[in-house]
Nanobody, 128 residues
């Protein structure tokens, strides 16, 4: 059974930092792309960052580039999202998602329909 379990969310002041973790199980990590999405109330789900399990390639959404860093520990099947310089507009539920790393995925790494497996989400709230 595939499982993705997020942790590490919480309340932080603007300018602060948080590290989210995603514990993955039930699939071959190297065959998948793992993505962090986020969704604030009344908005569409937004792709934040992606890491490719097989080679560690990373991708970032424009709104977080330079402030967030994604990494993974393949042996532990863990994916991390280190968030720096947090802003109130980063407030959202953050989801970890996994999808097969298929040929032609790259232009669509932040398309939610590419990902079959989702965690339950973790709330990040940034106060001003």
């Amino acid at each position: 059974e595939v499982q993705l379990v997020e942790s590490g969310g919480g309340l932080v002041q603007a300018g602060g930092s948080l590290r989210l973790s995603c514990a993955a199980s039930g699939f071959t990590f190297d065959d998948y792309a793992i993505v962090w999405f986020r969704q604030a109330p009344g908005t569409e789900r937004e792709g934040v960052s992606c890491i490719i399990g097989s080679n560690g390639s990373t991708y970032y959404g424009g709104s977080v580039k330079g402030r967030f860093t994604i990494s993974s520990d393949n042996a532990k099947k863990m994916v991390y999202l280190q968030m720096f310089s947090l802003k109130p507009e980063d407030t959202a539920v953050y989801y970890c998602a996994a999808g097969l790393d298929r040929p032609g995925l790259r232009p669509w790494v932040f398309e939610p329909d590419e990902y079959s497996y989702w965690g339950q989400g973790t709330q990040v709230t940034v106060s001003s």
